[in-house]
C-alpha cells in the first residue's frame, strides 16, 4: 500500500470515530435529567459558556503548539482530552465539574487544527485534494453513524442517554489507538521549516493580488530548486525568527487578495453564528415542547449530517471561477435564506417546523461554507492553509464568545432560546445586507467607471 494511502485511511479512521459521538444529539437532555439534577437555565448559562471560553483561550496556543510539537502529538493528546471530557460527563453530576470537563472539551475542539493540518505537513501536495475529501467524508460519516445510532437507540429504548455517553467514551478510546499509529511528522510548516524555505519571491504589491497563482508556482519551484541544489538533506531546524517571518509572510500575502478578505469575512462570522446555533438549539426545541423531549433529535442531526454533505458535494461541483460574478449575491441570498429560517424556528409552536428549520440551515451552511473553503483555497500557496483556518477560526471563536457573554449569559442580556434565536437570525440577515450593499456600491462604482469611460471616449472624439 502507497505511504499516502495508509496515512489516508489512518486520518480517516480517526476522524470516523472522534466524530462518531451518538451522545450529542442528547446532551442537554442527558445534563438536565435526574442523573444530573441541574435545569436547563444553569446549562444554558453556566456550563455551555464555559466550553465557549474554553475553546477560544486554547487555539492560539493550540495552533502554535501544534507545529513546534510536529502535529500527532496534539492529535494524541485530543484523543485523551475526549476520553477524560466522556468521563467526566459519564461520571460526574455537579455544577463544577462539569465545567472542569468543558474545559477538556475547549482542547478536544481547538486541537481540530493539528488534525486538518497533519495532512499538508505529511502529504506530498498533489495528494491534497484527494486525501482532504476522503477525511471530510469520514468526518461527516462518524457524525451521520452516531446520530442513527443515538435515535435508533433511544426510539427502541434499548439504551438511555447515559450509555449514550459510554458508547461516545468507547469511540474516543478506540480513536486514541489509532492516533498511536499515524506516522511522526519528522518536519513542520513554520517552526522546523527547510533552510531556505522561509523567503517567499518578492513581487510588486500588483503582482500578489492579481497574479498569486505565479506567487505560489514560484514558491514551488524554488522549494524544488533548493532540494535538487544540495546533495546531502540537512535536518530541520528549530527558528523563531524564521517561523515569525513565515508567519507574516502568508498572512500579509493570503490577507492581501480580496478575494480571501471577502471569503474569509463571511466564513468567519457566518462560522460564529453556526457554532452558536448549534450549540444552544436542544434549548430551543425543549421550549418549543417541553413534554416531546426532544425525541428524534438523533434523527434531525443525522438528518443535517446527510444532507449537509449532499449541500458540500454540490458546492464541489460548481467551478467557482466560472461564476465568479455571483460570488456576493450567493452570500448575499444563502445568509438572507439562513436568517430566515432561524426566525421561523424562534417564532413556531410546532417542533416539526423547528426540526426543518434547523436542517435547511445546516444545508445551505454546508453548502456555502465549502465554497468559501475552496475559493480561499485557490487563493492561497498550499503551505499557508492550515494558518488562514486557523485565523479564520480564531476569528468566529472570538465573536461568538462576544455573541455569548451579550446574549446567554447573566453578564449580558440572558435571553431566553427564543429571544435567542431571534437575534441570531437577525444576524444573518444583517450579514445579507452588508453583502448586498457591497454589491450595491460595487455595481454604482462599476457603473460610474463605464460612463467616465464612455464620456472620455466621447471627448477624445470631438
Not at 486538518?116 to 457524525?143: C, E, F, W
Not at 435564506?337 to 426543518?356: D, H, P, Q
Not at 440572558?414 to 460595487?442: D, K, T
Request: aromatic share 16%; hydrophobic share 50%.
Amino acid at each position: 500500500m502507497q505511504a499516502w494511502l495508509r496515512i489516508s485511511l489512518l486520518l480517516c479512521s480517526f476522524g470516523f470515530f472522534r466524530e462518531m459521538r451518538p451522545s450529542e444529539p442528547f446532551v442537554t437532555e442527558y445534563l438536565t435529567d435526574s442523573w444530573h439534577n441541574i435545569t436547563s437555565e444553569q446549562v444554558n448559562k453556566e456550563i455551555y459558556p464555559f466550553g465557549t471560553y474554553a475553546v477560544l483561550s486554547q487555539l492560539v496556543i493550540v495552533f502554535l503548539v501544534t507545529d513546534i510539537l510536529r502535529y500527532k502529538p496534539i492529535i494524541v493528546l485530543s484523543a485523551c482530552a475526549g476520553i477524560i471530557l466522556f468521563a467526566i460527563l459519564s461520571w460526574t453530576n455537579t455544577i463544577p465539574e462539569l465545567q472542569i470537563g468543558q474545559i477538556f472539551y475547549g482542547f478536544f475542539m481547538a486541537s481540530e487544527v493539528a488534525y486538518y493540518t497533519y495532512i499538508y505537513a505529511k502529504v506530498d501536495k498533489n495528494r491534497y485534494q484527494i486525501v482532504t475529501g476522503h477525511t471530510r467524508s469520514a468526518i461527516l460519516a462518524g457524525k451521520f453513524l452516531g446520530g442513527v445510532l443515538a435515535q435508533i437507540l433511544i426510539s427502541t429504548e434499548s439504551m438511555d442517554y447515559r450509555g449514550l455517553h459510554f458508547i461516545s467514551f468507547g469511540s474516543q478510546v478506540i480513536s486514541l489507538f489509532i492516533a498511536l499509529t499515524l506516522p511522526a511528522v519528522n518536519k513542520s510548516l513554520y517552526f522546523f521549516a527547510e533552510e531556505g524555505s522561509d523567503s517567499l519571491p518578492e513581487l510588486k504589491a500588483e503582482e500578489v493580488k492579481n497574479e498569486l497563482e505565479l506567487t505560489c508556482e514560484s514558491v514551488e519551484t524554488d522549494n524544488i530548486q533548493n532540494t535538487t541544489s544540495s546533495v546531502t538533506t540537512k535536518e530541520p531546524k528549530f527558528s523563531w525568527s524564521r517561523a515569525f517571518r513565515l508567519l507574516l509572510q502568508h498572512t500579509v500575502t493570503a490577507y492581501s487578495n480580496p478575494t480571501v478578505v471577502k471569503w474569509s469575512f463571511w466564513w468567519a462570522l457566518a462560522t460564529c453564528g453556526q457554532v452558536q446555533v448549534i450549540s444552544y438549539v436542544q434549548f430551543l426545541w425543549k421550549e418549543i415542547d417541553p413534554y416531546h423531549e426532544s425525541f428524534y433529535n438523533g434523527a434531525v442531526e443525522a438528518t443535517v449530517t446527510l444532507l449537509g454533505a449532499v449541500g458540500a458535494m454540490t458546492a464541489g461541483f460548481m467551478n467557482s471561477n466560472r461564476h465568479k460574478e455571483w460570488h456576493m449575491w450567493i452570500l448575499t441570498i444563502c445568509s438572507l435564506l439562513m436568517g430566515a429560517f432561524l426566525i421561523i424556528s424562534a417564532i413556531t409552536n410546532l417542533v416539526w417546523i423547528a426540526y426543518a428549520m434547523y436542517v435547511l440551515f445546516g444545508i445551505f451552511y454546508f453548502f456555502v461554507i465549502t465554497i468559501a473553503t475552496a475559493i480561499v483555497a485557490e487563493n492561497l500557496c498550499d503551505d499557508s492553509f492550515g494558518l488562514i483556518f486557523g485565523i479564520n477560526t480564531l476569528v468566529a471563536l472570538a465573536l461568538q464568545t462576544i455573541l455569548t457573554l451579550v446574549v446567554v449569559t447573566d453578564a449580558g442580556y440572558a435571553l431566553q432560546p427564543r429571544s435567542q434565536y431571534i437575534v441570531y437570525g437577525s444576524y444573518f440577515v444583517a450579514l445579507a445586507i452588508l453583502y448586498c450593499l457591497a454589491v450595491m456600491v460595487r455595481f454604482i462604482f462599476d457603473s460610474f467607471n463605464c460612463w467616465k469611460c464612455k464620456t472620455k471616449r466621447r471627448f477624445d472624439i470631438s
